[in-house]
């Protein structure tokens, strides 16, 4: 009977372990833009285009599959994102209204996830363009008039190696997957301008231009050809000349060379902002054939003196960290939030945004160039590591990526810096200068932009590899150990931004209350501002605009709700662009703590007694139990004082019931669940906590119910009570797999006691345990509660090792060796799985610079 009910009990335990990662799978929710701002965007599409140039939209409604094609889901309307794992594909059927012998291009303003573009069963691409607006060609003959159909399969991105980023910081934005942007055809003549390409530098306000235009000329086209070149200063012609094009019967193009010098041009500057654009007329018998207009980005900059010079001339930086996401959370491009936005930064005096993680639409660019904001472009690459760089296949991805967004960015002057390996700093990279100055040369395309990376150690000095640095401030909770670091980094050669991009390690240790990011941030200005260093860095830039939802729960987002684990409240404005109350004092350059509301309580003390009350509940019972039956005293003297005798009287008479093991395994599980629940509900602020929760718990939906867990003490005591009382219960596989392999035979009630009563030493520690979390509160160094919690465990194993070996009547060292190798094999396996789905490796290796850091 006492068998049946402890593989009942066991397969009720296994089952919820199973099933309880599932209470957190989520609806995939598709989210679309207002139809007033897919307008916009339209509008502003077709703007560029002059004819005889068309677009042709593919918006709208679109059919949705399953991965395999095998299933309708549904209709979703174009473009549309959405935040799950779960791979799509989008259908679209459509006709064209006037179809002619032109030539077709698909263009996708923003394509996430790892894409294969197929139309008309042809494909197109199949790769990542994550971020970047993307172009193909549609081979002549494809397209007809009545009965086309395009197909984008999308796999989320999910961190692997072909697809960006590469790796997952743990406060990385969220991500959204999906076709995020219009889809339009945009159709050319026969005989068009395939291409544009230019080179230029400024002088002072003189422009030297040069370049070449690619005439697409099929076989066989009559008459003379010319080219009108233009140059375009905020809409007017500054400058202009004709190149004839003569027929060539045998070329299918022509490549003509172009040399622009203009002695008196505006360059773009904050104060000034001028437009400049090239146009290319292409008339045959002067007919207009063709039409094709590019952007300029006539500014200079470069840095000297620990100085940025823009068009020669000294910026005094006013930074702010910008992530965009609309209202509801998603990436979703809405113009008129992107304007207010920066027409409200424009007027509280900031200049310069520096916008993290990876690249926003070009529609951004364009407003940020109009309105005359300098903006930092973070790349999708959190960590640049030895591999990325020396690896071919790497390199090549890496490289072509940087390729796609600078011919972006040399369209938009407001883009003057483009970054990589925020976060991080692999000291690998001080060993390779070659391989540094190709990708170095690759970033700045002739010093049209500047390099910069990031750091968060300022005893680690950077190499020479970027032109200038953004260190990440991480401990803003210890104002006086960053002043005095930032006064010796105030004397090196080497330029540097201060920024708080990142969320800080730690907050308060008291973990009661917390001071807020804003809040931080300010008084960390303040000091700065004061210093007499302060000139000797490039600038600040401390601030976040907007809080915005992050791709993975945050142990830390609690702090201000937690219901909403997956929100970085650090910015200036909430999501929905209302300014804080604290953001309105530091504004107004009031830079001092707020007298109320700045440590908001997050807690109330009733709460942080659960653990002291759930204590003296295990005590109680442990009391009561230990008093009224005598042989259970008796196990628990013998379990302590002689574990062999115990274990040998266990297999030869002494049958212990499975009512005696069952306490022993509540008791000491509730009171371990005390303890474990204490710590983490203690360092529930802590970054570096966060990062050790999410390398096992490497998925977003099992780690939201974890965050949700722990900031709830009612929940986290009951919950991992009935977690270590699994485990308990698992430790007896391996003793019967040994006892199995042995020839012994022994029942499930007795590997059940080798298992719980092998802990019988925990119990010393019952009285202990209730006031586990309280120590942590008033302790300053918690070395020797994590030694004797390390020593009690050990001194576990080695008597479950003792155990193990009498039940199975094997010897000490065999038994010993063989639990190793079970531990190699089921680790070993599971850090595999984890370095194959996150790389896992990487995750470690920030953590341990994170903690070196911390400590220091």
Not at 44 to 67: A, K, T, W
Not at 493 to 513: A, E, T
Not at 600 to 617: A, P, R, S
Request: net charge neutral.
């Amino acid at each position: 009977m006492n068998q049946i009910v402890t593989i009942r009990l066991t397969a009720v335990l296994l089952y919820l372990i199973t099933v309880f990662p599932g209470w957190a799978e989520e609806k995939v929710f598709f989210y679309s833009p207002s139809l007033a701002a897919v307008r916009d965007q339209l509008r502003h599409l077709v703007l560029e285009y002059s004819p005889p140039r068309q677009i042709i939209p593919l918006l709208g409604s679109y059919d949705l599959f399953n991965d395999k094609a095998q299933k309708k889901i549904g209709q979703v309307n174009i473009p549309a994102i959405y935040y799950e794992a779960h791979p799509f594909i989008f259908r679209k059927n459509f006709r064209l209204p006037d179809f002619s012998e032109s030539n077709y291009f698909l263009h996708f303003e923003q394509l996430n996830g790892h894409a294969r573009i197929t139309l008309n069963n042809k494909v197109l691409h199949q790769g990542s363009q994550n971020f970047l607006p993307a172009t193909f060609s549609v081979p002549a003959g494809l397209l007809n008039q009545e009965d086309n159909m395009l197909e984008v399969q999308i796999i989320p991105w999910q961190g692997q190696e072909d697809q960006l980023p590469g790796w997952i910081p743990i406060n990385l934005p969220r991500i959204s997957n999906g076709l995020n942007g219009p889809v339009y055809l945009e159709t050319t003549p026969r005989l068009y301008i395939a291409e544009l390409s230019y080179q230029w530098k400024m002088i002072g306000t003189e422009a030297h231009i040069h370049g070449e235009i690619v005439v697409h000329t099929p076989s066989g086209t009559p008459g003379n050809l010319d080219l009108e070149i233009q140059l375009l200063q905020n809409s007017g012609i500054i400058w202009s000349t004709l190149l004839p094009a003569p027929p060539d019967s045998l070329a299918d193009t022509q490549v003509l060379p172009f040399d622009i010098k203009m002695a008196e041009i505006i360059p773009w500057s904050l104060e000034n902002p001028a437009q400049h654009l090239l146009k290319v007329t292409l008339r045959q018998e002067q007919v207009v054939i063709d039409q094709f207009s590019k952007k300029l980005a006539l500014r200079e900059v470069s840095i000297r003196n620990k100085k940025i010079f823009l068009n020669g001339i000294p910026v005094n930086l006013k930074g702010i960290n910008y992530l965009y996401q609309d209202l509801q959370g998603t990436g979703l491009i809405d113009r008129n939030l992107i304007l207010n936005d920066l027409q409200i930064l424009k007027s509280k005096g900031f200049n310069i945004l520096r916008l993290g993680y990876y690249p926003l639409a070009p529609l951004f660019y364009h407003l940020s160039d109009s309105l005359g904001i300098l903006c930092l472009q973070d790349l999708p690459y959190p960590l640049l590591t030895e591999q990325m760089v020396t690896d071919t296949l790497n390199r090549r991805q890496l490289l072509e990526y940087i390729g796609a967004f600078t011919q972006l960015a040399l369209q938009h002057p407001s883009i003057i810096g483009i970054g990589v390996g925020n976060l991080f700093h692999d000291p690998w990279l001080k060993k390779s200068s070659k391989l540094q100055k190709k990708l170095h040369d690759h970033l700045s395309v002739n010093d049209r932009f500047l390099v910069y990376t990031s750091f968060f150690d300022q005893a680690s000095i950077p190499n020479d590899f970027a032109d200038f640095y953004c260190l990440e401030i991480l401990e803003r909770n210890r104002p006086e150990k960053i002043l005095k670091e930032l006064e010796k980094l105030s004397r090196a050669d080497y330029p540097v931004i201060i920024s708080g991009l990142s969320k800080p390690i730690s907050y308060r240790v008291d973990s009661i209350q917390v001071t807020q990011d804003v809040t931080q941030s300010a008084e960390l200005l303040r000091n700065i501002n004061q210093a007499f260093w302060k000139d000797q860095f490039l600038g600040l830039i401390l601030f976040t605009y907007s809080d915005y939802l992050l791709q993975t729960p945050a142990l830390s987002a609690g702090a201000v709700d937690n219901e909403n684990f997956i929100l970085n409240s650090s910015g200036l404005y909430t999501r929905d662009r209302v300014m804080k109350k604290e953001a309105e004092v530091i504004i107004k350059q009031k830079w001092l703590l707020l007298e109320s509301d700045a440590d908001k309580k997050i807690t109330g003390d009733g709460e942080t007694y659960v653990f002291i009350i759930f204590g003296l509940i295990n005590l109680f019972i442990f009391l009561f139990l230990y008093r009224s039956f005598v042989d259970f005293r008796k196990n628990i003297l013998r379990a302590i004082r002689k574990p062999h005798g115990f274990f040998v009287e266990l297999l030869e008479r002494r049958m212990i019931s499975f009512e005696q093991s069952f306490f022993m395994m509540l008791l000491i599980s509730l009171n371990g669940a005390v303890m474990l629940g204490g710590i983490l509900y203690f360092f529930r602020n802590n970054l570096l906590a966060d990062y050790l929760l999410s390398i096992p718990l490497a998925f977003s939906n099992v780690k939201l119910v974890a965050v949700r867990i722990i900031w709830q003490p009612l929940w986290i005591v009951p919950v991992f009570t009935v977690i270590i009382m699994v485990l308990f219960i698992l430790l007896t596989i391996p003793i019967q797999i040994l006892s199995w392999l042995r020839g012994t035979k022994i029942r499930i009630r007795q590997s059940l006691a080798t298992s719980a009563w092998s802990a019988a030493p925990f119990l010393l520690l019952l009285p202990f345990g209730m006031f586990f979390y309280n120590l942590l509160l008033v302790m300053n160094s918690y070395w020797i509660l994590f030694a004797l919690l390390l020593y009690f465990h050990f001194w576990y194993y080695l008597r479950w090792v003792n155990g193990t070996r009498v039940m199975c009547l094997w010897s000490y060292p065999w038994v010993f060796l063989f639990t190793l190798l079970l531990i190699f094999i089921f680790g070993g396996g599971f850090v595999l799985y984890l370095q194959q789905k996150i790389d896992v490796s990487l995750h470690l290796n920030f953590l341990t610079q994170l903690i070196q850091y911390h400590f220091n």
